[in-house]
């Protein structure tokens, strides 16, 4: 694919993001209906799957060749990374949505031959649009994102959900607390798409989730990549897009190192 063409594929990327921000906003004032998934604290609504129907229903009207991953599964079975894939979640941090109203994102990743090209990250009630495209930075709305630079463990503060101190199968216990007792401190945000666009500009200086799904971190990779932050598996290991769940983390260069050696590896 051609930058001219990349071009025209990310405004057409952002303006269905804005304008699903925008529909997500007027259900403010709308009823919503609430389903469980898996269990009580894994939510979707109407507007989830209202959202990804609406992307796909365009992507395919204007791109019939593209392929789409979406979280609610209306998209397509993706096993192999060629050609243009969309991978999307319509709302990342649905708890969020629902209880708060606030803190939760539409993540939108494009790939292209398993490269990422365009990621998005809509930070709905704050309307702060992250993007970023391959080679051309990273952007909050219309300001260029500097890169990052590495600080020191002692300075860091990392977005990490508090499950996760408790987690004995997809970590050796007494990691996570350790490492929290040697960082300045942590945020819990709810949203892994949120964090990891924070962790792109800056505001926090990394994000740590056990279990991600692509839809999740997709974006966010694009992101952090562009500004030179470093997203990886807790091992250190190349993320793949096509794995169904993976333990991610993701931080300032040099920060990412020192933690993957001193605490994360063992
Ligand atoms: P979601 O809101 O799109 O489901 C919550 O800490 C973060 O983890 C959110 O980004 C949430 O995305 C994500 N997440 C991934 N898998 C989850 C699961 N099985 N249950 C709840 N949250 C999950
Ligand atoms: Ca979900
Ligand atoms: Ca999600
Ligand atoms: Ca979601």
């Known amino acids: 694919m051609q930058k001219r063409n990349f071009e025209h594929l990310f405004k057409f990327a952002r303006d269905l993001t804005v ?13 919503i209906t609430v389903d469980f998934k898996e269990n009580r604290s894994d939510l979707v609504t109407n507007m989830d799957k209202q959202i990804e129907r609406f992307f796909i229903k365009n992507i395919q009207k204007s791109y019939p060749d593209h ?3 979406g979280e609610e599964g209306f998209g397509d079975k993706i096993t192999s990374l060629d050609g243009t894939i969309w991978i999307i979640d319509p709302i ?16 939108v990743a494009i790939y292209h031959n398993g490269e990422g090209i365009i990621g998005l990250i809509y930070d709905v009630a704050q309307k702060d649009l992250y993007y970023a495209v391959k080679g051309q930075g990273a952007f909050l709305n219309d300001r260029k994102l500097p890169a990052l630079g590495s600080i020191d463990v002692g300075d860091a503060v990392i977005g990490v959900n508090s499950a996760w101190v408790f987690e004995k199968k997809r ?9 929290i007792n040697n960082l300045r401190g942590t945020r819990s945000f709810g949203s892994a798409a949120i ?8 505001k926090i200086d990394g994000y740590i989730s ?4 692509p839809w999740d971190y997709a974006a966010g990779k ?11 598996t807790i091992n250190g290991d190349p993320l793949t897009i096509l794995t169904k769940q993976s333990p991610v983390f993701a931080a300032k260069p040099g920060l990412h190192e020192s933690i993957l050696k001193n605490f994360l590896i063992k």
């Open 210 to 213: 056990l279990r991600l799904s």
């Open 195 to 202: 964090e990891l666009a924070y962790t792109a500009s800056g």
């Open 67 to 69: 392929r789409i991953l």
């Open 171 to 179: 970590i050796k216990e007494g990691i996570i607390p350790h490492l």
């Open 92 to 107: 990342d941090g649905t708890m969020n949505f629902v209880h708060m109203q606030r803190h939760f994102a539409i993540s």
């Open 222 to 232: 694009i992101l952090i990549e562009e500004v030179g932050g470093k997203i990886s």
């Open 19 to 31: 304008d699903a921000g925008e529909q997500i906003r007027t259900s403010f004032q709308k009823e």
